[in-house]
């Protein structure tokens, strides 16, 4: 049995049966260290910002933890996003419990498929009141002055099949027993599946709150007992849009209270869906696009806040928009601006479509007998030609840095890439541009 966790001075002078009430907080997937690859934004002072988010969003939640008073802090698993490069991110994290253990506040973590025992090779001495579950077999912790157990087991690599859940202890009579589980239980299709469970299995183990990890959303399965993914502390591209923090559980007389959300997010991603359909011109485009983008500039206020635009409708303007594609977004950017300093266009989709009833422009002689737009949609049919298209996508991707291309969904869509082509040839063939 681990030796109890320190607990705060204002703790240690009560009498332990008289500790009927107390808050912690549940945080997971920290992912410090992690690059934000994914991030398409070509100021490089911006993207800084943007890699240096997680570690902002940390210190917050060390700060509301410290200004809540809360008996203990639980890390469901992903502090680091992997190995360090240097000891900076590892000093960071060595610094922001400090910071907790002189406020009187224990931590308690278990490993993830990030940053199991075979995946971490470096190490930096953290306080005591630092505590980390064996990835040996499941444990208990006991907090005594709270009367509280805490069940868990870490990773000791990156891939875990078993079904961690069932190896957990028992339930301590008596006291508030809480499970740590780094899992993708009842299954998540943006997640590998590591250490595999059920919501059955983690009601059947009598616990009263279960703090999970894995899963980047916020996600209650179960209120009998509590059964929570946090969601991760900071988005880390445009798959993990919306609001991101952390958790404060209240317990009274044995029981849980309250979950309460805590939002300690600096920067946000967003998808904005923009109909151009029966828009004539550019410009009038532009305008559309920038009163989408008007009620974003609340968000940006607080925070950095990266959208991605994808347009969509039929417009006669769609090879021309396509056809620059610089050009437009050069004016989205600068639209974003005038709406706040900190909206950043992070990525710009065209798949508009050209009026079907509209009647090719006049082109230069030598295409007056045909009509390319028919000729381009013949070679987007070809087998052939979508089998090669493939393959070099293929090769392209296998090129890209590790993450960038599944971040950015780089050759999801060949029907989309082939229709912007298309589009692109058709703009300058057209000798009509933004």
Known sequence: MAKPATLPARLKACDPSSMSAFTFIHAADLHLGSPLSGLALKDPDIARRFASAGRRAFEDLVTAAIERSVAFLIVAGDVYDGDWSDNTIGLFFARQVARLDRAGIPVILVRGNHDAESVITRSITLPASVRSFSATRAETHRLDELKVALHGRSFPNRAVEENYALTYPAALPGW???????????GHAAHATY????????TGRGYAY??????HDYAELARDPWIV????LQGRSIRECGPKGAVAVSVADGRVQGVERLIVDQARFHHLEVDLSGLAGEREAVVAIEEALRPLGAAAAERLMAVRVRLHGETPAHDRLAADRDGLTAEIQAAAHRIHEDLWLERLRIETARPSRAVTEARPDAFAAIDPATLLEAVDRDPEFRARARAALAE???KMPGGLAEAEDFGADLDALCAEAEAVILGRLSGRTC
């Open 176 to 186: 508030f027993n809480i499970g740590i589980l780094h899992t993708s239980c009842t």
């Open 195 to 202: 250490a595999p469970c059920s919501v059955a299995d983690l």
């Open 210 to 215: 279960w703090a999970l990890g894995h899963v």
């Open 229 to 232: 993914f946090p969601g991760n």
């Open 396 to 398: 392209i991707t296998a």
